[in-house]
Nanobody, 126 residues
Framework: VQLQASGGGLVQAGGSLTLSCAAS????????IGWFRQAPGKEREIVAA????????YYTDSSTGRFTISRDNAKNTVYLQTNSLKPEDTAVYYC????????????????????WGQGTLVTVSS
């Protein structure tokens, strides 16, 4: 599966952006999709994830209440709605896919995901 992330940009603190992750080559139906981010000098960290089969979602303490991950079956696309953005949210945001939706625990480490999009830059100004 190939992933194409888009939607990043420059926004003021408190603003919102919607990131998109479109799949090609294969349906997302057998995948868990994660949104990760990487700020300069920091490790890549998960922001949110969605199990395509069950529609269950995962958020971190940082993203809970501000970010929403969702999917569009018809478009084979996953979205990350980001609200109340803070300067510390500035990073390159990546979507990633891991095969297998019959799982009892969330995979939250970058090395557990097999397929990656190219990243989209989100810059939040203060």
């Amino acid at each position: 599966v190939q992933l194409q992330a888009s939607g990043g940009g420059l926004v003021q603190a408190g603003g919102s952006l919607t990131l998109s992750c479109a799949a090609s080559g294969r349906s997302f139906s057998d995948y868990v999709i994660g949104w990760f981010r990487q700020a300069p000098g920091k490790e890549r960290e998960i922001v949110a994830a969605i199990n395509w089969r069950t529609d269950s979602t995962y958020y971190t303490d940082s993203s809970t209440g501000r970010f929403t991950i969702s999917r569009d079956n018809a478009k084979n696309t996953v979205y990350l709605q980001t609200n109340s953005l803070k300067p510390e949210d500035t990073a390159v945001y990546y979507c990633a896919a891991r095969f297998g939706t019959y799982t009892s625990r969330w995979r939250i480490n970058a090395n557990e995901y097999n397929h990656w999009g190219q990243g989209t830059l989100v810059t939040v100004s203060s």
